[in-house]
């Protein structure tokens, strides 16, 4: 059983920064695909980074990237996002998500298909205002 619990969320002011986290429970001896995508009302899920356990590797939006980062804890089982340099288009429910891998398909494929995360938490809010 995968669970995922986020934290982090705030309202910030234009070009200010955040930190998500996210609590994984996750079994440690299996990969997984581990990332973040994001929900604004009325539009489509948005992958946002992604990160591949087995090996670190990471991938991003065009987006975001340059002003996101994403990475782990494994000690502490948590995932985070951090968010630099944030602009209103940023304001968004975001999520963590998971995925157990499999050799036949890269992480990266979770950035233009967030919908394909099997696992997700319940959210938490990124109000940017200008």
């Known amino acids: 059983q995968v669970q995922l619990v986020e934290s982090g969320g705030a309202s910030v002011q234009a070009g200010g920064s955040l930190r998500l986290s996210c609590a994984a429970s996750?079994?440690?001896?299996?990969?997984?695909?581990l990332g973040w995508f994001r929900q604004a009302p009325g539009k489509e899920p948005e992958g946002v980074a992604v990160?591949?356990?087995?090996?670190?590797?990471?991938y991003y939006a065009d987006s975001v990237k340059g002003r996101f980062a994403i990475s782990q804890d494994n000690a502490k089982n948590t995932l985070y996002l951090q968010l630099d340099s944030l602009t209103p288009e940023d304001t968004a429910m975001y999520y963590c998500?998971?995925?157990?891998?499999?050799?036949?398909?890269?992480?990266?494929?979770?950035?233009?298909?967030?919908?394909?995360?099997?696992?997700r938490g319940q959210g938490t809010q990124v109000t940017v205002s200008s």
């Open positions: 998500a998971a995925e157990p891998w499999e050799i036949y398909y890269s992480c990266a494929s979770y950035i233009d298909r967030p919908r394909l995360f099997s696992y």
């Open positions: 996750i079994i440690a001896s299996r990969r997984h695909c």
């Open positions: 990160i591949y356990t087995g090996g670190g590797s990471v």
